[in-house]
Each structure stands twice: as C-alpha cells, then as structure tokens.
C-alpha cells in the first residue's frame, strides 16, 4: 500500500467527519428554524437512526453488487445535498424526511469506506483502521473548531453550505485518485465487514450484554452532539461561538482517550480500564457538569469553565469503548466478524433511536442539565461489563 494512497484514504475519513458533523455544533440555529418544542426535536434528530438502520440492513447486498466506487459517489452526492438543504428549512416534518436520508447516506458511505480500509490493511498487512478512524475524529474536531469561529458572525446558512460544498468538490476529486483502486462488487468478502441481510438472518443472534455495553457507552457521546451547543447556550447563557467549546473539549478528550490506550493496554488489562475509564468520566462529567450549571448562575465564565472540564474528562472515558467492546464481541463468537458488528450495529442503532427520543422528552419533566446526567450515569454503568474484558 502506498503512501499516496494510504493518504488518499486517510482524507476520505477525515472530509467525511469534517462534512458530517457540520450540523452538530449549529443544532440550537436548527432548533430555533424549526420552531418546536425539545420533545419533538429529539424525534427530529432520532429519525436519522432509522436511516442509517434502513441502510445498515440493505447497503452490504448493494455494496457486494456495484462496489464501494459507485455507492461512495452517491452516497456522497445524497449526504451533502441534504445538509445543503436542510439549514434552510422551517418545516419540521420536511426536516425529518431529509433527516432520514442524510442517516441512511452517512451509514452507506461509513460502510463503504470502511470496506475499503479493511480489504487494504488485509492486503497491505499494515494496521490502518485506528489510523483512518483517528482522521474522522480530527475531521469532526476541525469542524467543531470552524462552527466556534465563524457561529458570530456568519449565518448557518452560509456556513454550512460552504463548507459541505467544498467538502463535496475534495471528496470527489480523491475518489477520483482511488478510482483505481476501490473494490469492486466481486472483490468484497465478509473479511472486509460488509455483509447481506441474507448474512446476519442464517446466524442472527444477539450479545446482549455486549450490546447493552455499547448502547451504554456511546449515549453520552450521541446526546452531548444533540443537545451539547443547546446546553451552552440556553442554560449556560454563553454566545454562538463559545457554545460549540464544549463539544471542541468531548473531542479533544476522545482524541487523547484513543492516542493514550496503546501504552495504557501494555501495562493494563482490559478489564482494568474498563473499569475505571468509564467509571471515573461518567461521574466527573455528572458532578462538574450540573456544579458548573449552577455556578454559572451567578458567575457564569468560571461555570463554564468547569463545564468544559466535564466534557473533557467524559471525552476521555468514553474514547476507546465502542472499538473495544467489538473487539470483545468478536473473541465472544465463532462467527464472521462483520456479521457480529453488522448485528450489533443494527440493534444499537434500534435502541438508540429510542433512547434518544425517551431522553428528549424528559426534558419537559427534568430539565436539559438533569436529562445530561443520565446518559453520563449510564457511561459509569459501564464499569460492571468490565467482566467481558482480558483480565
């Protein structure tokens, strides 16, 4: 594998990170467009689940048939021009429609990318995937950053349409450099984790404590994208641009998490850090979130300050979880691994949508920094799956 095209790829993850979570850090400029209640913005949001679930049951046949070229391509095309257009919209249910297709064209790029990546680390023999999964992450960091610059003074509208069509016009050009080299459909085996509903329905059987695992770990990150900038401004009272810092401060932490795991599984077990990694950032980010709440009634920099620090240290308990816990479910099963992460996949994405709507609703009962500290207990919870890990 060449440095030319280990570099290509490595953009195709960060562009896709850097366009698709262009929205996330703006979501209170949505929320103020549509003009609705938090109950029926969390249903607004949560309908992209049911995309990506939708494309997640039927994309391995479509990817095994035209390969990874031609669904990049329209996958890419789909994605972006609904972000276009959705920054524009006040109709709720238009939103929600468009909703559901921009999930099932970041669930159908996600696969097809990452068949890719791993066809060519099996190939090549190098070990690429956390590599190009740490380029997402700097690319929805890069974005976050940008949303923090310009949120002052530079409409969503604007905003967002620059830069997914910049995003849109790169893409294209590296797919176009990949060309040669992107799988064909007869070329994708189960190896490369893209598989058939035909696949998961011969041998569907579900983990349920590693699935439960899962959903634990990675509410806190899909609630704080939701509803973190939200939190920012309408409760902490801070402008357009420094609502996105939290956020800035959760990826920062997941960054760090993920660069700090090498050395720290040399020297301690799996279950070790499962139990102590979740345990201490579920709780830190619970106690300084809410404390930094109502601190910021009456001095509001030194509560967001300490806000900042929840969401930094949740950041780093939750980094390396969801990968780890696949890994576990592999060694768990005799099966085909992409069987395994296609289930746990489509379960999660069925028990995220609920728990996101079930979330947003208890707004209306307990306020939005109360509502936080749920899924930041359910982070702590994770502590007691330690058991799954090496010891």
Request: with cysteine; proline share 3%; charged share 10%.
């Amino acid at each position: 594998m060449g440095r030319a095209e280990k570099q290509a790829l490595a953009a195709m993850f960060g562009l896709f990170g850097f366009g698709v979570m262009t929205l996330g850090p703006r979501m209170p400029d949505i929320k103020y467009n549509l003009g609705v209640s938090n109950g029926t913005f969390g249903i607004i949001l949560s309908s992209g689940s049911i995309g990506a679930l939708v494309s997640l049951l039927t994309m391995g046949h479509i990817v095994h048939r035209i390969g990874v070229k031609s669904v990049l391509l329209v996958s890419t095309f789909t994605m972006y021009g609904t972000l276009a257009i959705m920054v524009h919209l006040h109709n709720p249910v238009i939103y929600l429609i468009l909703n559901l297709i921009c999930g099932a064209s970041w669930s159908s790029y996600h696969i097809a990318i990452n068949a890719q990546a791993f066809h060519r680390q099996k190939d090549s023999g190098q070990t690429i995937i956390p590599f190009m999964h740490g380029f997402w992450t700097a690319g929805a960091l890069g974005s976050a950053v940008v949303a923090s610059l310009v949120a002052r003074t530079i409409p969503i509208t604007w905003h967002v349409d620059t830069l997914v069509t910049v995003d849109f016009i790169v893409t294209m050009c590296v797919i176009y450099l990949l060309r040669n080299v992107l799988l064909q459909g007869r070329e994708i085996t189960d190896s490369d984790g893209v598989v058939t509903l035909k696949d998961i329905a011969k041998s569907f059987k579900i983990d349920w404590f590693i699935s439960i695992a899962v959903l634990c770990s990675q509410t806190l990150e899909t609630m704080l994208g939701d509803w973190g900038s939200i939190f920012a401004r309408e409760e902490i009272g801070v402008n357009a641009s420094l609502a996105v810092l939290p956020y800035i401060f959760f990826m920062g932490g997941m960054i760090f998490g993920r660069i700090s795991f090498g050395p720290l599984s040399k020297r301690w077990s799996e279950q070790r850090l499962i139990r102590i990694f979740p345990l201490v950032g579920g709780l830190t980010f619970s106690i300084f979130m809410y404390t930094g709440y109502l601190v910021s009634k009456n001095h509001q920099l030194l509560g967001f300050a300490i806000v900042d620090i929840a969401f930094l240290v949740g950041g780093v308990g939750i980094s390396f979880l969801g990968p780890l816990f696949l890994a576990i479910a592999g060694r768990r099963s005799d099966r085909p691994s992409g069987v395994i992460v296609a289930e746990i996949g489509a379960l999660n994405q069925i028990l995220n949508f609920a728990v996101r709507v079930v979330l947003a609703w208890t707004i209306h009962i307990i306020g939005l920094p109360l509502m936080l500290v749920i899924p930041a207990l359910m982070l702590a919870a994770v502590t007691f799956f330690a058991a799954a890990g090496k010891a």
